[in-house]
Nanobody
Framework: QVQLVESGGGLVQAGGSLSLVCTAS????????MGWFRQAPGKEREFVAT???????SYVDSVKGRFTISRDNANIALYLQMNNLKPEDTAIYYC?????????????????WGQGTQVTVSS
């Protein structure tokens, strides 16, 4: 069992930046492909970014050039640097871990989820 904990959310004006962090209690993330998802009110949870065990990275088109996903060398934490934030980025952001999933842009590939952190971008 992997317990993921996100932090770093908050309220920011449009054009601002936030940094999200995800850690796993008591273990490293080296065995897992990792992802960030978000869910806005009244909408389904959607893919934001993923980084594989080997470092392969993918983003949803709407955040390319603004968001950066990374994991530290010790594989203790997963990060999401969000720049030039827009009101449409407002959502609860979740980190997720995948051990066997193949399609890392699909939420169905992830077996462990954090509780989420709220990101609110004001116009």
């Amino acid at each position: 069992q992997v317990q993921l904990v996100e932090s770093g959310g908050g309220l920011v004006q449009a054009g601002g930046s936030l940094s999200l962090v995800c850690t796993a209690s008591g273990r490293t993330l080296s065995r897992y492909n990792m992802g960030w998802f978000r869910q806005a009110p009244g909408k389904e949870r959607e893919f934001v970014a993923t980084i594989s065990k080997g470092g392969a990275i993918s983003y949803v088109d709407s955040v390319k050039g603004r968001f950066t996903i990374s994991r530290d060398n010790a594989n203790i934490a997963l990060y999401l640097q969000m720049n030039n934030l827009k009101p449409e980025d407002t959502a609860i952001y979740y980190c997720a871990a995948s051990l066997y999933g193949v399609i890392l842009t699909s939420r169905n590939s992830y077996m462990y989820w954090g509780q989420g952190t709220q990101v609110t971008v004001s116009s």
